[in-house]
């Protein structure tokens, strides 16, 4: 079974610095899908970026970028310019498909941004 | 443009009353998922469905039952509610694999069992 997972309860950043969220996660399949969703207070779920475990190239979503290391199993998100905006619970996921369809999450880290 | 729905948005139930929880997805989604959340134990999978007529338990899938009649429709149900059920669901679909597999999450059901 894959485990994702979060080390980092909380963290918080300066507006306008850089902040590093730390995901890892453990898989025996080699096919799979990360994805880092944000949950503002609102409560809804929002996709901020995902990366396909075949492509070596991070992905990137303007200000927000991960450094996939699939030999590592890890997957950190670095959100640039920090915006209040982006202030709100991070959570990591992994998804598989074909005969491993579950979509499974880590903790979160709840990301406080000071003006 | 509706995505995942879930009804009811908020409830309160007493103890070993029952209720059923409908999630519906116009995006012809073939996976859906029941999560709950906790604070400080994120999103754990109740069941999840990969077709109509399928179902499959997740991590903690004791007290709930779910169905997939339609393929647009997953309910899920708890039969005699517990205080321990008191919590955030959050309904999710996604396409099957491998493109387009990002989940579309509903906005939420508060439930509070008393």
Redesign the interface.
Known sequence: AQTVTQSQPEMSVQEAETVTLSCTYDTSESDYYLFWYKQPPSRQMILVIRQEAYKQQNATENRFSVNFQKAAKSFSLKISDSQLGDAAMYFCAYGGYFGNEKLTFGTGTRLTIIP | NAGVTQTPKFRVLKTGQSMTLLCAQDMNHE?M?W?RQDP??????IH?S?GEGTTAK?EVPDGYNVSRLKKQNFLLGLESAAPSQTS?Y?C?S?E???VN???F?G??TRLTVV
């Open positions: 996976y998922y999560y400080g134990m994120g999103l754990r999978l999840y990969v997740g955030v959050f999710a996604r099957a694999g491998p597999t990002e989940a999450f906005q939420g």
